[in-house]
Structure formats: structure tokens, C-alpha cells
């Protein structure tokens, strides 16, 4: 090849170059290869921000299950812990119930429980253990201790199956102020075999409602009940199980131990013993869920104190419910199921199903089965309103869809180590 005169080669000006370098040549390398490296992980660490944007932000979610009158709430930390709270009814309901539970951990991908609270021995709250433990591991079994109201369920499954279960596990007799590990989300339990938290922090105010107080009947079971507080960033939420009229004023009452929250789960299935104005009304929920059955609980007088409850904005349902009858009936898109199930709940109270007939409400439009619902809230680096999602895991029409966004606030929160979010 043929150069004009005055022009260089690539390779000969490099050669000019390098000659005029002489012992540099070295370092210069090093320099560019570290340049190089350089310029590699910036790439590297802008795809993996790209990556890391892409996927979908973790969550707190809550499942309420319908165990057709029972209970059983799953909650899931945005790390994967996992809290179960009762699983459901004995036999003849168990094997359904503890299906509808295993349908939920699946859909929260859960390969385990790692907390399951039994509140207390009704077969409402312990039946479906039996049939779920065989199918996940369960790390931690709570509960408030003996049972107090001796019956055949209770006594043969504690003599028998419950020593079995917490074998191979850890077992904790839950203690007002004891703390649930479960990450980012703070869990506290307030009350336990009859015994109170002192109360939770900034709560402890007087409670206004005390003064109207009516105190109600008591079985012995129900008031043992193991009670939960959830925080998680801003938001706020209880589940007391089947804490009784005359408890609940010892825990609000004068003062209120709890503050307020943002949703009350459970109600006590919607009965008339429990949701006395000192606890629902003092709480301020803009949101309850209620574990209800078609023919149980429901009842008219619970259904007035939610609904009257101040800043109230939604009453969720398990179930279309005939004891509450057209006056309270909430619509459709509010109730995960309207199907009367020919296995009933077992009943703490049992009630007398209304009759047949002309007066009989018919269930609210729906748009499908569904078998719970689900609350969902987005971390703070994606704000967003709460979600309620209604989903009927193996229901004839399965829907899963946001059945209503309610803004309650920032449930995000971010770590006291700099620059740790979740």
C-alpha cells in the first residue's frame, strides 16, 4: 500500500506513539484495562437496576379465607414471612376448609407457614389443623394455653392430634406484648387467656364510648382468645378472634389500649356477643371484614354498630348473610360468596336460620364464587391506595380483580439503616 507523503498509518502512528511512551507503556495498559473494567460494571449495574425495575414490588398481603363461618386469615410479609391465624371448621367442613386455606398459601407462594396461631378451642378456629398440617410445614404453633370450656372436639383433639403437631415444631403459649417475627410488618399480640396489653404505643387515650357500655354474655372460650396488632408502616389493622362484649370493655375501657386502625378484620363473624361500640366505634376503622356464614353471625345488631361506626367507609363480607337480613345487605361486589354451603360452621351460639318464605332476602347480584379476600398494599417506592381483591381459588367462575381501591394511607416503611427500604 502506497502512503502520501505527510500521512501516518493507523499502525504507525500507534508505533510513534508507543516509542515516544518508552517505559510508560506499562501503566498505560493498566490504565485502560481498569477503564475498561470500569466501563463493564456501569453496564452491568445498569442492567441490574434495569432488572431490578422491572419486577413487580413486593407487598404485604392479607388473605381472609372463607371457611364458611369459621376463620382463618393468612397474612404475608413483602419478604415471604407468613402468619396463619385458625384454620377453619372440624369435620364435616374440615377437608373443604383446609383446601381453601392450601389455595391461598399457593397463590401467596408460600412453601411454609412460619406462624400459625390457634386463638382458642372452638372448632370453628382449630378444625381444619388436622387436615392442613399434613400438606405444609408449619415452623411455629401459638396459642393462648389449656382449653377452659371442656367439650368432646376440643378435648380429643388436644389429648390426641394437638401433642403430635407441635412434636417437630416450635411452641409458643402467646403473652400480651410478645412480638411475632415477620420482618418489616410489626405483630403484636394484646390479648391472651384473658390477660390484656397495658397498650400500644400512643394509645391510651380515654375512650368516649365507655359511658354508654352494655355488658353481654360470656362463654368461657372465647374471651382467651389470642389477639393480634399489626403495623406496618402507617397502616394499622387488628384481629382479636372471638374476644367477647364484657373483654373488650376491659381493653378499651376507660382508656383505649389500641389507638385506632385502618382495617378490623374478623368481628367475631358478625355476632351480636362480640363488636360492641367501646371497641368498633373507638377504633375508627375506614375498613372492617367480616368472617361471617350465611346463617351465622351477620346478626342485625352487629351489622348496625359497624355500619354507624364513625369514618366507616366499606363493610367487606365472606358471606351474603340471611340473619341480617335486606335492611343490612351489602352489595354483590362487597361479598366474596353468596352460595349457602349444605356443611355448616360449626356455631359458638347457635341461632335459629330464618325461615323460608316471602320476607326472605334474596342474595345481592354477584359475578362469581369467590373464596376469599385479599388486601394488598404496594411498598413506598410505589405508592399507591390499599387494593381489596376478591378470588375464587377453584370456584365454578374464578375472578381475581380489584374489586375496590381505598386510599388508606402509606403502609410503607423505610429501615433506620441508611438506604435499606422495603
Not at 32 to 57: E, K, N
Not at 72 to 95: I, Q, R, Y
Request: hydrophobic share 40%.
Amino acid at each position: 500500500m502506497v502512503v502520501p507523503a505527510g500521512r501516518l498509518t493507523m499502525n504507525t502512528r500507534a508505533a510513534k506513539v508507543l516509542a515516544i511512551l518508552g517505559p510508560y507503556r506499562s501503566l498505560v495498559r493498566t490504565t485502560l484495562m481498569r477503564a475498561t473494567l470500569m466501563l463493564m460494571t456501569a453496564v452491568a449495574l445498569s442492567a441490574s437496576v434495569t432488572i431490578a425495575q422491572s419486577q413487580p414490588a413486593k407487598m404485604f398481603d392479607v388473605y381472609v379465607i372463607d371457611v364458611e363461618g369459621g376463620n382463618a386469615t393468612l397474612f404475608v410479609s413483602p419478604s415471604g414471612e407468613s402468619l396463619l391465624m385458625d384454620t377453619g371448621n372440624v369435620p364435616p367442613g374440615a377437608v373443604r376448609d383446609a383446601g381453601r386455606i392450601m389455595a391461598a398459601v399457593k397463590d401467596a407462594g408460600l412453601k411454609q407457614i412460619d406462624h400459625l396461631i390457634i386463638t382458642h378451642w372452638h372448632g370453628d378456629h382449630f378444625g381444619g389443623l388436622a387436615e392442613l398440617a399434613p400438606q405444609i410445614p408449619v415452623r411455629e404453633f401459638i396459642d393462648h394455653g389449656p382449653n377452659v370450656q371442656p367439650g368432646q372436639a376440643a378435648d380429643d383433639f388436644l389429648q390426641k392430634m394437638y401433642p403430635q403437631l407441635i412434636a417437630d415444631a416450635k411452641h409458643t403459649v402467646a403473652k400480651p406484648g410478645d412480638k411475632i417475627r415477620m420482618g418489616s410488618v410489626d405483630v403484636t399480640v394484646v390479648t391472651s387467656a384473658g390477660e390484656l396489653i397495658k397498650a400500644m404505643p400512643g394509645a391510651g387515650g380515654p375512650n368516649s364510648y365507655c359511658a354508654n357500655f352494655k355488658p353481654g354474655e360470656n362463654n368461657a372460650e372465647d374471651p382467651q382468645s389470642v389477639g393480634i396488632f399489626i403495623t406496618y408502616g402507617k397502616f394499622r389493622t387488628a384481629h382479636l378472634g372471638d374476644l367477647t362484649k364484657n373483654k373488650e370493655f376491659e381493653l378499651m375501657c376507660p382508656n383505649n389500649r389500641l389507638g385506632s386502625v385502618d382495617v378490623l378484620l374478623g368481628l367475631h363473624h358478625g355476632q351480636a356477643s362480640s363488636n360492641s361500640p367501646v371497641l368498633v366505634h373507638a377504633l375508627h376503622p375506614r375498613v372492617a371484614i367480616m368472617n361471617d356464614g350465611t346463617r351465622k353471625g351477620g346478626e342485625p345488631e352487629t351489622m348496625q354498630t359497624v355500619h354507624s361506626s364513625p369514618g366507616l367507609e366499606d363493610l367487606w363480607q365472606l358471606h351474603f348473610s340471611l340473619l341480617s337480613g335486606q335492611e343490612y345487605t351489602q352489595p354483590g361486589m362487597f361479598i366474596a360468596n353468596t352460595v349457602d354451603d349444605p356443611q355448616p360452621a360449626m356455631p359458638i351460639a347457635p341461632l335459629p336460620p330464618p325461615q323460608a318464605g316471602p320476607g326472605t332476602p334474596p342474595p345481592p347480584a354477584h359475578n362469581g364464587t369467590a373464596y376469599w379476600i385479599k388486601l394488598a398494599r404496594l411498598t413506598k417506592k410505589h405508592p399507591e391506595p390499599i387494593k381489596f381483591l376478591s378470588h375464587g381459588a377453584n370456584a365454578p367462575r374464578p375472578i381475581k380483580r380489584h374489586c375496590r381501591r381505598v386510599a388508606i394511607g402509606s403502609m410503607m416503611r423505610e429501615s433506620r439503616r441508611a438506604g435499606d427500604q422495603v
